[in-house]
């Protein structure tokens, strides 16, 4: 009996990551078809970028892109710390964490009328949804179609929160987990559309490796021994083998744009992971305050040195 039952569990496992994998395709598969186009409504009340003061240029632009958890245009409660943490130290800076990188048509999964209903009965079916858009957005033959459909839809949300074209103003890309993914599939797109310096910030990213980041000028990754999750994106990928040279992410590292930042001993989640605020480190800091310290240590140092160079570093 109990190994009928196991094998009723597998079953029905195996029937759902099957739905679950032509779901994450259809979407990407709709917005290249036209028949449903983006959208860029937003909860009343909701504005569409927070920090720095829109009537005045701020120093750079921060997109926060989130892990497999996001499913709503408000932030999650360990994604909505970190943003919130940055905006109290960083008045500076203009944030935008209401992208969806895991809807290629911009429609947070919590507001779909059957996704309600799962959300209440099933709610681990939402992470895995977010799961398989990772893979479908990895995946060489719907990648290019994901990685347009988002990156229009973070220059679509620069624009709408006050960013100008070839003005100048960095876009910083700081992602969590997948959407690292994310993050390095937009880089054409944006640059395309808004000629800006693209800064990319990875915080424990899960990603392939084989998007081109030719137009970003720097990424910065965030990483730590104690973080398995990320470990295992850089086993089960090839591009992010050393072996596979000619991957956009082998590329990036021969040309010097790569730089990792080690925040030892954090996780990747849970208790002591990257954002948890109770966690401390010898010095007193939360590993939620470091990691802070540090996204905005990147930033400020790189908008110093494009000062002192008087444009935009290579």
């Known amino acids: 009996m109990i190994g009928l039952a196991l094998l009723l569990l597998l ?44 009537d005045r240029p701020p120093d750079a632009y921060l997109v926060y892109l989130d892990g497999i958890g996001k499913r709503r245009f408000h932030d999650t409660r360990d994604g909505g710390r970190l943003v919130k943490s940055l905006i109290n130290r960083a008045p500076e800076l203009r944030v935008l964490g209401q992208v969806q990188p895991y809807s290629p048509l911009a429609v947070p999964l919590a507001d779909r009328p059957v996704w309600t209903w799962v959300r209440r009965h099933i709610g681990l079916l939402l992470f895995l949804h977010n799961v398989m858009q990772i893979f479908v957005a990895a995946d060489r033959r719907y990648r290019p179609l994901y990685n347009r459909a988002v990156g229009a839809q973070i ?47 990875t915080l424990g990213g899960f990603h392939n490796g084989a998007n081109d980041i030719t137009h970003a000028q720097h990424l910065y990754r965030l990483t730590s021994a104690g973080d398995w999750i990320e470990r295992v994106g850089t086993w089960i990928f090839p591009q992010r083998w050393r072996l596979f040279r000619w991957s956009g992410w082998n590329r990036a590292d021969r040309e010097g744009k790569i730089t990792v930042h080690r925040l030892d001993p954090a996780t990747h989640i849970g208790p002591r992971s990257y954002i948890a605020p109770e966690a401390r480190l010898p010095d007193g800091r939360s590993h939620l305050d470091r990691t802070t310290d540090t996204v905005l240590a990147l930033i400020r140092d790189r908008l110093s040195l494009t000062a002192e160079t008087d444009g935009p570093l290579p």
């Open 11 to 54: 079953g029905g496992l195996g029937l759902v990551l099957i739905a679950e994998a032509l779901l994450a395709r259809y979407e990407v598969l709709v917005y290249a078809a036209g028949w449903r186009t983006p959208t860029i409504s937003r909860p009343e009340g909701m504005s569409y970028a927070r920090g720095a003061d829109p």
């Open 155 to 201: 220059a679509t949300e620069l624009q709408v929160a006050g960013y100008l074209p070839d003005s100048g103003i960095p876009v910083v890309l700081l992602s969590y987990s997948g959407g690292a993914q994310v993050a390095s599939g937009a880089v054409n797109e944006l640059w395309s559309q808004l000629r800006t310096p693209l800064w990319l910030i």
